[in-house]
């Protein structure tokens, strides 16, 4: 069997453990627009920070991944087109590479909307890739006198702010949105986080927009203008698709795939950023951009692509973030019954529907959030568990029903 992968993230390194552990042998191409070897993206920010740096980014499998695990590598090669009648994948080169079995694993790309005189900005970047980390190092220098303009408040925003807020003179995020966050957090748990950002000098500017690009001004919509030295354009991001659709594979914003992760044309699956999955949390089908996920959607389609069977029936929302030094956890759905405990450093949402878990937000303690997100994606029946124990000591669901009463001096 010969399989072939386009893309080199998460998803794809999911998909090359999954075909492996059901083949040893069977040749594995992959083919991929970046140049590296496989590296944490989410990692970009602390490199930034000179919290990491390139050569540990690389590391989120080892320098001999591929080698070990048979892949034959085609870095830096564009696939521009998949003939599902021939089964093959052309590259920009003009080359032909054959399949088998092939997984889109292409990921998602910086969705940049039309603004007016944007062209005229020299020193911008988006925030997603390798290159663009470096990019934005490189026109950031090192005197840590530039002014940065960030367009988006969402996580690759915040944490592109995170990671150069030391190194910059002056640093605005601006955002259409009332709160920052928008598509993550509700009002009070957003407003703490940018409290604690606020307080290392980063400025917000929220429910504007810019109305007008001069090289080096922003004029909003409110009538303000902004002067900055690097513009970084972090709106949101597209599916990339394309190769999907021409391929004959049905897509709706995202790649359509089964609970086996593949696609409608035979023989050809998809995961990760790209591909749509069922929201179990809110019982709707979307693309879920998050790494757990990549890896999960990975794995599913490369057992099966290798002639294994398995499903991923367990798809929700989750992100995990730290933003200068304040942690963030949140999954599942946030429509249901709630359960809250705040003070001005720590929140915690849960809610609950249909005598299940079905999401929570944690920021400041976030110890224990996976027995949460466990309830969550196992949709655990609460009446089946001391909930309303877990909900405040959820440390305590290590321990059997008897184990929990003894620790509690017999309280239930």
Same mark, same amino acid.
């Given at each position: 069997?010969?399989?072939?992968?386009?893309?080199?993230?998460?998803?794809?390194?999911? #998909?090359?453990?999954?075909?492996?552990?059901?083949?040893?042998?069977?040749?594995?191409?992959?083919?991929?627009?970046?140049?590296?070897?496989?590296?944490?993206?989410?990692?970009?920010?602390?490199?930034?920070?000179?919290? #990491?740096?390139?050569?540990?980014?690389?590391?989120?499998?080892?320098?001999?991944?591929?080698?070990?695990?048979?892949?034959?590598?085609? *870095?830096?090669? %564009?696939?521009?087109?998949?003939?599902?009648?021939?089964?093959?994948?052309?590259?920009?080169?003009?080359?032909?590479?054959?399949?088998?079995?092939?997984?889109?694993?292409?990921?998602?790309?910086?969705?940049?909307?039309?603004? +007016?005189?944007?062209?005229?900005?020299?020193?911008?970047?988006?925030?997603?890739?390798?290159?663009?980390?470096?990019?934005?190092?490189?026109?950031?220098?090192?005197?840590?006198?530039?002014?940065?303009?960030?367009?988006?408040?969402?996580?690759?925003?915040?944490?592109?702010?995170?990671?150069?807020?030391?190194?910059?003179?002056?640093?605005?995020?601006?955002?259409?949105?009332?709160?920052?966050?928008?598509?993550?957090?509700?009002?009070?748990? +957003?407003?703490?986080?940018?409290?604690?950002?606020?307080?290392?000098?980063?400025?917000?500017?929220?429910?504007?927009?810019?109305?007008?690009?001069?090289?080096?001004?922003?004029?909003?919509?409110?009538?303000?203008?902004?002067?900055?030295?690097?513009?970084?354009? +972090?709106?949101?991001?597209?599916?990339?698709?394309? *190769?999907?659709?021409?391929?004959?594979?049905?897509?709706?914003?995202?790649?359509?795939?089964? +609970?086996?992760?593949? #696609?409608?044309?035979?023989?050809?699956?998809?995961?990760?950023?790209?591909?749509?999955?069922?929201?179990?949390?809110?019982?709707?089908?979307?693309?879920?951009?998050?790494?757990?996920?990549?890896?999960?959607?990975?794995?599913?389609?490369?057992?099966?692509?290798?002639?294994?069977?398995?499903?991923?029936?367990?798809?929700?929302?989750?992100?995990?973030?730290?933003?200068?030094?304040?942690?963030?956890?949140?999954?599942?759905?946030?429509?249901?019954?709630?359960?809250?405990?705040?003070?001005?450093?720590?929140?915690? *949402?849960?809610?609950?529907?249909?005598?299940?878990?079905?999401?929570?937000?944690?920021?400041?303690?976030?110890?224990?959030?996976?027995?949460?997100?466990?309830?969550?994606?196992?949709?655990?029946?609460?009446?089946?568990?001391?909930?309303?124990?877990?909900?405040?000591?959820?440390?305590?669901?290590?321990?059997?029903?008897?184990?929990?009463? %003894?620790?509690?001096?017999?309280?239930?």
């Amino acid at each position: 069997m010969n399989y072939v992968i386009i893309g080199n993230g998460t998803a794809a390194v999911g #998909t090359i453990e999954g075909i492996r552990a059901v083949d040893q042998d069977g040749p594995i191409t992959v083919i991929s627009e970046e140049p590296y070897h496989v590296y944490g993206r989410p990692l970009i920010s602390y490199m930034l920070l000179g919290k #990491t740096t390139e050569d540990k980014m690389l590391q989120y499998r080892p320098t001999d991944f591929y080698e070990k695990n048979g892949v034959t590598t085609l *870095l830096g090669r %564009k696939a521009v087109r998949i003939d599902p009648t021939a089964k093959a994948v052309k590259l920009e080169d003009g080359t032909s590479v054959p399949y088998d079995k092939l997984c889109i694993c292409t990921g998602s790309r910086p969705f940049v909307p039309p603004m +007016a005189g944007l062209d005229t900005v020299e020193n911008k970047t988006s925030f997603m890739t390798l290159d663009d980390a470096k990019h934005l190092d490189a026109m950031l220098g090192s005197e840590a006198d530039k002014r940065v303009l960030i367009i988006g408040a969402g996580l690759i925003g915040l944490k592109c702010a995170e990671g150069i807020y030391q190194r910059v003179r002056e640093l605005t995020v601006i955002d259409l949105a009332p709160r920052i966050l928008p598509n993550v957090l509700t009002e009070v748990p +957003a407003s703490i986080i940018q409290k604690h950002i606020e307080s290392k000098g980063v400025k917000f500017l929220l429910e504007d927009s810019v109305e007008q690009f001069e090289p080096n001004t922003a004029h909003l919509k409110n009538g303000k203008t902004i002067d900055f030295d690097v513009l970084v354009v +972090a709106v949101g991001v597209r599916p990339n698709t394309e *190769l999907a659709a021409e391929a004959g594979c049905e897509v709706n914003r995202g790649i359509l795939t089964d +609970a086996c992760s593949a #696609t409608s044309v035979p023989d050809i699956y998809a995961a990760g950023d790209c591909a749509v999955s069922h929201d179990i949390a809110a019982d709707t089908d979307r693309i879920l951009a998050i790494l757990p996920n990549a890896y999960m959607q990975g794995e599913t389609a490369g057992r099966n692509m290798a002639g294994g069977h398995q499903e991923f029936t367990k798809a929700i929302p989750m992100n995990a973030s730290g933003f200068v030094g304040l942690h963030m956890i949140t999954a599942g759905s946030y429509d249901g019954e709630t359960y809250l405990e705040h003070d001005e450093d720590h929140y915690k *949402l849960l809610v609950t529907r249909d005598n299940r878990l079905v999401g929570f937000i944690m920021i400041g303690d976030v110890d224990r959030a996976g027995i949460y997100t466990s309830l969550i994606r196992e949709q655990t029946l609460l009446d089946s568990i001391d909930f309303d124990l877990i909900r405040e000591k959820p440390q305590l669901m290590a321990f059997s029903r008897a184990e929990r009463a %003894k620790k509690l001096g017999g309280a239930h």
